[in-house]
């Protein structure tokens, strides 16, 4: 199917999205909609004949458990309220620990790298496999930006990719961002991953801006798309017409005039490759098949993907092989986005708190991994907040326990429960 030139759709930019010209197509977060009625917005572009495709950032497909089937059924339902000719998702994990580990299940609040080993490859096709019985449209998965390396990888992400199309027939979505970020941070050459993935597999191709900081590339989709960007694009085009383009923006969202700037951009990027010859390209030799492997994939991923996300979140040595650097790096980069999303899903907060939110949510996450969403985050550092006395300034701690009472329990934790929770928190040492 070709899309044609479209823009993610946002809430707040909803109306700038409506008004720009020559948009054929539209990708909006699946989680952010509701199954049963969408935005007047969609429905809007919907009757002007616009295609929407809903993008899911939740469901996991390169995590050591199979896919919740929840999960699923809303993706699917979200597809059908949208008529969508298809849906897409990421291959990355974003969950760990649970009965594979034995452990407590850790919420990333990111999309994380999955490693590139063929007992890696070997889960994440099982659960591509019941997504795809599962959804009523055909999928597609994104190739995500990564700011560090598993150790002993097997596969390049060309052969990656390679071997999932080839064992699925799964259809890719190629972050042409994302392979400059990896490029910066992972020293990977664009050239040669689109050299060796399947690029008649292709349904569509996003486009987003990021910032370079200290040596590493921060894949924000809050800048604008820059010009190594725009050349990994040409070189992909160059190798292949691809049926869609999409300009990524998710948050400090420019006027109108600067994204439809970006839209010509990408637009003259497209046509200015397509008028140079063709690119040689011979089909890449498959990659080497692997060495007999005893059972257990599941397991053996589940455990290193929950230590790797247990270094993140809650502070526990790092796994040997691993850049501590970059896993600091990675570690603060998460953090960060927990309090940006906090503060989203609870606005309130920050009213509060003033000035001193941010700090001291990041006190609070600091050894306080997220077990479950945002909303049930904000509801527990709220709930810190209010067993610690603070705010120490009674009219915002009266505010937040009225915001709290509201939202959790008819009362607010008294005195017994303070109790609790600083015996727990000596007992473990937090």
């Given at each position: ?107 990333a609040g990111h999309l994380l790298p999955v490693p590139r080993t063929w007992d890696a490859l070997d889960v994440l096709c099982e659960n591509v496999r019941i997504a795809q019985d599962s959804l009523p449209v055909p999928l597609a998965l994104e190739n995500i930006a990564a700011l560090i390396s598993w150790p002993g990888e097997e596969l390049t992400e060309g052969q990656f990719l390679a071997e999932l199309v080839e064992r699925t027939g799964v259809r890719l979505l190629i972050d ?255």
């Amino acid at each position: 199917m070709k899309l044609g030139t479209g823009i993610g759709w946002r809430p707040e930019i909803a109306d700038t999205v409506e008004a720009l010209p020559g948009i054929d197509w539209v990708e909006a977060v699946a989680e952010n909609l509701c199954e049963d009625h969408l935005p007047a917005s969609l429905v809007r572009l919907r009757e002007r004949g616009v295609t929407v495709v809903p993008h899911g950032v939740s469901l996991g497909l390169g995590g050591a458990d199979r896919p919740d089937p929840g999960r699923l059924a809303g993706l699917a339902a979200r597809a059908e309220l949208l008529g969508a000719p298809l849906v897409t998702e990421h291959i990355a994990f974003v969950r760990a620990g649970g009965p594979l580990s034995a452990s407590p299940v850790l919420e990333a609040g990111h999309l994380l790298p999955v490693p590139r080993t063929w007992d890696a490859l070997d889960v994440l096709c099982e659960n591509v496999r019941i997504a795809q019985d599962s959804l009523p449209v055909p999928l597609a998965l994104e190739n995500i930006a990564a700011l560090i390396s598993w150790p002993g990888e097997e596969l390049t992400e060309g052969q990656f990719l390679a071997e999932l199309v080839e064992r699925t027939g799964v259809r890719l979505l190629i972050d042409v961002a994302n392979l400059h970020t990896n490029h910066v941070n992972r020293g990977e050459d664009p050239s040669t991953a689109l050299d060796e993935l399947p690029v008649e597999a292709i349904a569509y191709v996003h486009v987003a801006g990021g910032v370079e900081k200290d040596g590493v590339w921060h894949d924000t989709h809050a800048h604008p798309v820059t010009r190594p960007v725009l050349d990994v694009l040409k070189q992909l085009r160059s190798r292949v017409d691809p049926p869609g383009v999409l300009l990524e923006r998710d948050d400090d969202f420019p006027p109108a005039e600067e994204l439809a700037g970006e839209l010509a951009a990408i637009r003259s990027a497209l046509a200015s490759a397509a008028a140079a010859p063709p690119a040689g390209r011979q089909r890449p030799a498959r990659a080497p098949e692997p060495a007999p492997r005893a059972a257990g994939a599941r397991e053996r991923t589940g455990l290193s993907q929950t230590a790797l996300l247990s270094t993140l979140v809650a502070g526990t040595p790092a796994p040997d092989g691993f850049d501590r650097r970059r896993l600091g790096v990675q570690s603060r980069a998460l953090a960060g986005k927990r309090a940006e999303v906090v503060a989203k899903v609870a606005p309130e907060l920050p009213e509060i708190l003033g000035g001193g939110y941010r700090e001291a949510f990041l006190a609070y996450a600091r050894n306080r991994p997220m077990s479950a969403g945002y909303r049930r985050d904000a509801l527990g550092f709220a709930e810190h907040l209010l067993v610690t006395d603070r705010p120490a300034d009674e009219a915002a701690r009266r505010r937040l326990t009225r915001w709290w009472q509201e939202r959790a329990t008819p009362r607010p934790p008294r005195r017994g429960t303070r109790l609790v929770h600083a015996a727990r928190t000596a007992l473990l040492g937090r």
